[in-house]
């Protein structure tokens, strides 16, 4: 609970020990606006009499004179609600029922715990609180209504426009006085410009529970013009009551307001088409520099293509005068095995049975044998030669 509410409270201790009761008053004493301690029934009767501002009072049950149960009865015939809290080393059943009849707040056991008892205080004063908070706010409201009354233009209407209220700059601006609120409507001061359908709107607006806020131009009973701006609401606490509070503006504000906001709203067009046109030319850029990447890269591949096309054709070049130096060569062993072979048949037929001659043929058909062998081996290791570059062409044109 606030320490400024506890700052307020009063409270009378009742004990007939007077080492407890000192040891209490002393405790709680700074936490509370008052303390006032009696050592029995009969003084803390006066005391309760004669002090009507104590909120609580924490008494013992066990004391001379009048005891703690017949001081709560005395209490409770001037006054049913105030805390009044018992405190007790024991509680018989009896005494728990009387004290319950006799609407007892709370108890609490002995010996006291200082924690324990600011709390039941706490708890006891609640309805205070409560109270001294409403008082807070209602004091925060007509303080709020003081101030708004001053300088605002305030007037109260029916459903039908009836006006039965209007403070004193309402009166002095409209030219109306008192005596007129009678027989005053809200179509006497609302400007004849002003569309009936704009009124009706605004009406249907505030009969569904809802603000209506907005500048309106009104005509005093001179038939001056003047502008307010305008919040209406609806009245919980009356049946079929509206409230207006208004502000004094003119024309001209209206006009320099109107300009201001188009300017505003100018602005953050102007704010948002920046925005959006720098993310663009940002874009742009960026699709620019990947552009000149790629044609650079564009570039030096084209200058790798002709370095290999040109690579290529001198390899073609190479490969088709090798092709045709082994073509006439092996064109030329072919005729020359051609004629070695027609010669030793012819010699085979003339010299069938000459032994020494068919050793001869035989040694030179073997020597012709391992020439065309040697032939073939060169001709197929140029063939195996020519992959290898194709291959080689095909990578580096990748």
Not at 12 to 20: A, G, T, W, Y
Not at 69 to 98: C, G, H, K, W
Not at 209 to 236: P, R
Not at 303 to 325: G, V
Request: aromatic share 10%; hydrophobic share 35%; proline share 2%.
């Amino acid at each position: 609970m606030e320490s400024n509410f506890l700052k307020s409270i009063s409270i009378l201790i009742v004990d007939d020990n007077e080492s407890d009761l000192e040891i209490i008053d002393k405790s709680i004493s700074r936490y509370f606006k008052e303390v006032h301690t009696a050592s029995n029934g009969v003084d803390a009767f006066e005391i309760y009499k004669n002090n009507k501002n104590i909120d609580i009072i924490i008494s013992d049950i066990n004391m001379p004179k009048i005891n703690g149960l017949e001081l709560l009865e005395l209490i409770r015939r001037s006054d049913m609600y105030l805390p009044f809290l018992i405190v007790s080393a024991t509680f018989d059943q009896e005494m728990l029922i009387n004290a319950i009849n006799l609407n007892v707040s709370s108890f609490l056991p002995k010996p006291i715990n200082l924690q324990s008892l600011i709390e039941k205080i706490d708890m006891l004063c609640e309805r205070k609180y409560f109270k001294y908070k409403e008082e807070l706010r209602k004091n925060e409201i007509t303080n709020y209504l003081d101030s708004v009354n001053s300088v605002a233009y305030i007037y109260k209407m029916d459903s039908d426009g009836k006006i039965s209220y209007m403070n004193n700059l309402m009166f002095e601006i409209t030219g109306y006085k008192e005596k007129d609120i009678k027989s005053l409507s809200f179509t006497d001061i609302i400007h004849p410009h002003i569309p009936k359908s704009t009124i009706v709107d605004t009406f249907k607006t505030l009969k569904e529970g809802k603000l209506w806020k907005g500048n309106t131009k009104f005509i005093s009973k001179t038939k001056e013009e003047f502008y307010l701006n305008n919040t209406i609401f609806k009245l919980v606490s009356e049946e079929d009551s509206y409230i207006t509070i208004s502000f004094l503006t003119t024309k001209e504000n209206l006009e320099k307001r109107d300009f201001h906001k188009k300017v505003i709203q100018n602005m953050n067009e102007l704010h948002s088409r920046e925005f959006y046109y720098k993310k663009k030319l940002e874009k742009l850029s960026s699709e620019k520099m990947d552009l000149i990447v790629k044609v650079n890269a564009t570039s030096n591949l084209e200058d790798k293509i002709l370095s290999l096309n040109s690579q290529i054709d001198k390899y073609e070049k190479e490969l088709t005068s090798k092709d045709e130096k082994y073509d006439l060569m092996l064109k030329s062993k072919k005729e020359e095995i051609e004629k070695f072979i027609e010669k030793a048949q012819k010699e085979m037929i003339k010299n069938s049975d000459s032994q020494n001659f068919k050793d001869s043929n035989n040694s030179k058909v073997k020597a012709l044998i391992i020439e065309n062998e040697k032939y073939k081996k060169l001709n197929n290791k140029l063939i195996k030669r020519v992959k290898d570059l194709e291959e080689v062409f095909k990578i580096e044109k990748r």
